[in-house]
């Protein structure tokens, strides 16, 4: 069985959570993700009121979808999309 990774959409930072067990919320893994990265500076150093906002805003993308900030998230690796 073969994956193909999705391509990103443009004007768009990827990152790729990689979890070995079930998280309960989106938004606690990836912000602790985005704290952790160096490729992107304005995104390492948001705010929560900023990071709320990129998901009300709907910029915060998995599989093409918006992303809820309460969906739970299965382990294994998953591409999420933030359009800038």
């Not at 069985?1 to 990103?8: A, E, F, G, N, V």
């Not at 998280?23 to 709320?52: C, G, P």
């Amino acid at each position: 069985m073969t994956y193909t990774i999705p391509t990103p959409p443009e004007n768009s930072f990827r990152i790729t959570l990689e979890l070995q067990a079930k998280a309960d919320r989106l938004d606690t893994v990836l912000f602790e993700a985005l704290k952790k990265q160096t490729e992107n500076e304005a995104l390492n150093t948001i705010s929560k009121a900023q990071f709320k906002k990129l998901f009300t805003d709907k910029k915060v993308m998995i599989k093409g979808q918006n992303a809820k900030a309460k969906s739970p998230i299965n382990s294994g690796t998953t591409y999420i999309d933030i359009l800038l």
